[in-house]
C-alpha cells in the first residue's frame, strides 16, 4: 500500500511538474506585452500632451500650470518606490500589477467624465482672451483622477518588466535567451505605443475632441486590465521575496541604535539564502571600509541577539554584512546620482516650455496647409536619440573596431556623461536664443502667435534628445554596472527616482525666480500665461549656467565614484538599460 501510495505521490508530482511548464514562456509574455502596451498608450497620450491639457480644458496657466505637471510627473515617477516596496513584500508583482491597471482605468474615468461633462469644466475659451478659472470642486474632480492615475502607474512601472522576466527559467541557455529577446520586444511595443499615443491620440485631443481622446485612453486601459485577467491562467506568480528597501532601512534603524558601541571583531554575516526554491540566493558581498559608521548595524553586542540557528532574532537591530553592504553600494552612487538628477531638469524644461513655445509658434508648413499640433515637437528628441543609439551601435563601434583593430571601443562612462552634460548646456543655451528671436518678433507683430516657424525648435530639441542618449542612458548603465547583481532590479526604481527628483528641483527653480523677480520694475520672468509678457529666454540661461556647474561638480568629484568604467563585461547590461528603462515622464 505504501508504494501504491508512493506511486500516486510520484505521479501527482509529475502531473504538478507538467502543469507548471505548461505556464510562462511565450504563452504568457504575449499577455503581458499586450497589457503593457494598451497601458502605455493610454498614459502616454496623457503624459505628452498633460501641458496643454491643462490648459485648454480647465483654464491653468503661468506658475500653476507648471507646478501641477511637474508636481504629478514627479509623483508618478517617486511612487515606483512604494509600488516596488508592495509587490516584493506583500502583493507580489502579479497583485500590483493587476491592482495597478484597474486603479489607472478608474482614474482615466473619472477624467473622461470631467472633461466630458460641460458643467464639470469651466467654460471653453481660446487664448488670449480671458478665460474664466475652474472651480475648486472641479478642480478636486480633476485632482481625483489624475491622483489615481499617478498611483495606478507607480505600481505597473516596476513590476511589468520584472513580471515578464518571471516567466523564464534563467537558469538554462534557453531561458536567458527568450529572457534578451523579451527585454527587445518589451522596448518595441512601448516605442509602438508612444507613437501611437503621439500620432493618434495627441491628433484626436488637438483636432477632434478632448472628451473622445479620454475615451479612447479609457479603454485602453480598460483592455490592459481585461487582457491581463485574460492571461492570468498562464503566468508564473513568484511569491514575495522582501524589498531591499526595507532592509536598507533596517540597517539605518540598526546603526542609530548602535551609535556609541565601539568597533567589536564579533560581525553578523550569514550565508545569502532564498526564501524561495523558485529564486536562487543574491551572490555574498564582502565587507568593505568606507562607511564604517553603517558596520554598528551588524555588530552583536549581546549572544541573545541571535537565535540556536544563529540567526538575528530582531532583524531591526541586528543587520547582516550583506545588508549593510547593499546599503553602502546606494550612497556610493549618490554622487553621479545627483548629476543625472540636473541632467534631466534641462530636460524637463524643453518637455514643459517647449510645448507652450510650440503654441505660441507658426505651426503651418503653408499659409493655408496642415498645422502640427503642439506636443509633435518631442518627435525631434525622440528621434535623435533613437537615430543616435542605432548609429553607435551600427556604423561608430564597427567603425572604430576596424580602424583600431581593438574589440573595446565603446566610449567611457565618464565621457559620455560629460559629453551630455555638454548636451544640456548647449539644448538650454540654444533655447534661450531661440525663444529671445521668438518673443521679440511676437512684439514686434503685436500678436500672441509669432510669426517664428515651429522648426526653429528642431535643434534644442534634438540636443535635448542627445543630452538623453548621452547622460540619461549612461546614468542607467552606471546603476547597473556599479550594484551587486542582488541589487540590479533597485536600478529601475533609482532612475524613477531621477526623473521625480528632476521635477521637483525644475518647480522649485521656477518658483525662487517668480518670487525673487515679481517685485522688479520688469515685473515677474515666469509669472503670466502668455509668453510673451515673461522672460523664458533667462530661465534657459540660467538652466545652463547649472548645467556648467554640473560639470564641474562631476568632473572634479561625482567621476571619482564611477569604479567599473568601459569594459567588455558592461556592454551587455548597458544595452539592456537602454531599452529597457526608456524616460517616462
Known amino acids: 500500500m505504501g508504494t501504491e501510495a508512493g506511486k500516486d505521490e510520484e505521479n501527482d508530482n509529475q502531473l504538478s511538474s507538467t502543469n507548471q511548464r505548461k505556464k510562462g514562456g ?17 498614459s502616454m497620450s496623457l503624459i505628452c500632451n498633460m501641458i496643454l491639457f491643462l490648459r485648454s480644458n480647465y483654464h491653468i ?6 507646478n501641477l505637471q511637474g508636481i504629478w510627473s514627479g509623483c508618478s515617477n517617486f511612487l515606483t518606490i512604494p509600488g516596488a516596496v508592495l509587490s516584493d513584500t ?57 491622483t489615481l492615475v499617478a498611483i ?17 527559467d534563467v537558469t538554462t541557455e534557453k531561458g536567458r535567451a527568450s529572457y534578451a529577446r523579451f527585454y527587445n520586444w518589451w522596448y518595441f511595443s512601448f516605442t509602438f505605443a508612444l507613437l501611437v499615443a503621439l500620432i493618434g491620440v495627441v491628433w484626436i485631443q488637438v483636432h477632434i475632441s478632448w472628451a473622445i481622446a479620454c475615451v479612447v485612453a479609457t479603454v485602453c486601459f480598460a483592455s490592459s486590465t481585461i487582457i491581463f485577467l485574460i492571461g492570468s491562467p498562464t503566468f508564473i506568480n513568484k511569491k514575495p521575496q522582501g524589498s531591499i528597501y526595507i532592509d536598507m532601512a533596517r540597517v539605518v534603524v540598526a546603526a542609530f541604535g548602535k551609535r556609541n558601541v565601539q568597533n567589536h571583531q564579533t560581525i553578523y554575516d550569514p550565508p545569502c539564502i532564498s526564501n524561495s526554491n523558485d529564486v536562487i540566493a543574491p551572490p555574498k558581498l564582502s565587507r568593505t571600509n568606507r562607511l564604517i559608521y553603517l558596520d554598528k548595524a551588524s555588530l552583536i553586542t549581546q549572544p541573545e541577539e541571535l537565535n540556536n540557528s544563529g540567526l538575528a532574532i530582531n532583524k531591526w537591530s541586528l543587520c547582516s554584512v550583506q545588508q549593510v553592504e547593499q546599503l553602502k553600494c546606494l550612497f556610493g552612487i549618490l554622487p553621479v546620482w545627483l548629476t543625472g538628477v540636473f541632467c534631466f531638469v534641462s530636460i524637463d524644461q524643453h518637455n514643459s516650455y517647449g510645448i507652450l513655445q510650440a503654441m505660441q509658434m507658426n505651426r503651418r508648413f ?43 571601443v565603446r566610449l567611457s562612462i565618464n565621457t559620455r556623461i560629460k559629453i551630455g552634460i555638454v548636451m544640456s548646456v548647449l539644448s538650454t543655451s540654444t533655447a534661450a536664443v531661440v525663444e529671445c528671436k521668438r518673443r521679440e518678433l511676437a ?18 530639441q534634438v540636443i535635448c534628445g542627445l543630452t538623453e542618449a548621452f547622460a540619461g542612458v549612461t546614468v542607467m548603465e552606471f546603476y547597473t554596472t556599479q550594484m551587486p547583481e542582488s541589487m540590479r532590479s533597485l536600478s529601475g526604481s533609482i532612475f524613477f527616482l531621477n526623473l521625480a527628483m528632476a521635477s521637483y528641483i525644475s518647480i522649485a527653480i521656477i518658483n525662487i525666480i517668480t518670487k525673487i523677480t515679481q517685485h522688479t520694475h520688469q515685473g515677474s520672468w515666469l509669472g503670466g500665461n502668455d509668453l510673451n509678457h515673461n522672460r523664458l529666454d533667462y530661465l534657459f540661461a540660467i538652466v545652463a549656467c547649472l548645467g556648467v556647474v554640473n560639470y564641474f561638480f562631476f568632473t572634479f568629484f561625482a567621476s571619482k565614484f564611477v569604479f567599473i568604467d568601459n569594459n567588455i563585461e558592461t556592454t551587455e547590461a548597458a544595452s539592456s ?9
Open 443 to 460: 512684439i514686434k507683430n503685436n500678436s500672441y502667435s509669432s510669426p517664428l516657424h515651429v522648426g526653429y525648435l528642431a535643434p534644442q
Open 26 to 42: 511565450w504563452t504568457a509574455v504575449k499577455y503581458i506585452l499586450a497589457n503593457e502596451t494598451f497601458d502605455k498608450v493610454a
Open 152 to 168: 495606478g502607474g507607480g505600481c505597473v512601472r516596476p513590476c511589468n518588466i520584472g513580471f515578464g522576466a518571471d516567466q523564464f
Open 577 to 585: 538599460s537602454t531599452e529597457v528603462h526608456p524616460r517616462v515622464e
Open 61 to 66: 496657466g503661468g506658475i500653476a500650470l507648471l
Open 366 to 408: 503653408t499659409r493655408k496647409g496642415f498645422e502640427i499640433p503642439a506636443a509633435w515637437i518631442g518627435f525631434a528628441s525622440m528621434a535623435s536619440l533613437s537615430l543616435w543609439i542605432l548609429a553607435y551601435e551600427r556604423i561608430c563601434l564597427p567603425l572604430a573596431k576596424k580602424i583600431t583593430k581593438k574589440n573595446d
Open 90 to 146: 506583500y502583493l507580489g508583482r502579479f497583485s500590483t500589477l493587476l491592482i495597478g491597471s484597474i486603479i489607472s482605468t478608474m482614474g482615466m474615468g473619472i477624467l473622461t467624465v470631467s472633461v466630458g461633462v460641460p458643467k464639470l469644466k469651466p467654460p471653453k475659451c481660446e487664448p488670449p482672451a480671458e478665460c474664466l478659472p475652474s472651480e475648486s470642486w472641479q478642480l478636486a474632480i480633476l485632482y481625483a483622477g489624475l
